[in-house]
Nanobody, 120 residues
Framework: QVQLMESGGGLVQAGGSLRLSCAAS????????VGWYRQAPGKQRELVAG???????NYADSVKGRFTISRDNAKNTVYLQMNSVKPEDTAVYYC??????????????WGQGTQVTVSS
């Protein structure tokens, strides 16, 4: 059974930093593309940043220059470094990963989410 577990959320003041982690556990062949999403109260879930298996990245305009997504394949973990955070970054952050399982099928998995609250 593959599971994704986010961690690193919390309360931070505006202008501060947080690093979120998304760790995959279980039995699988490889982790392909991974995305960090967020959902604020009353809003739709949106893509914040993504990273391919080869390390190519993309970002939402609202976080470009402030957030950095990276991955450590040896640890099956993807990170989201959040710098210069703003109150509007307040949301539940989720990671989503496309994982190639032992039967050679690719499935999309979601973590349970981690709350990020930015105080002004």
């Amino acid at each position: 059974q593959v599971q994704l577990m986010e961690s690193g959320g919390g309360l931070v003041q505006a202008g501060g930093s947080l690093r979120l982690s998304c760790a995959a556990s279980g039995s699988f062949f490889s982790i392909n593309a991974v995305g960090w999403y967020r959902q604020a109260p009353g809003k739709q879930r949106e893509l914040v940043a993504g990273i391919t298996s080869g390390g190519s990245t993309n970002y939402a305009d609202s976080v470009k220059g402030r957030f950095t997504i990276s991955r450590d394949n040896a640890k099956n973990t993807v990170y989201l470094q959040m710098n210069s955070v703003k109150p509007e970054d307040t949301a539940v952050y989720y990671c989503n990963a496309n994982i190639l399982n032992l039967n050679r099928y690719t499935y999309s998995y979601w973590g349970q989410g981690t709350q990020v609250t930015v105080s002004s």
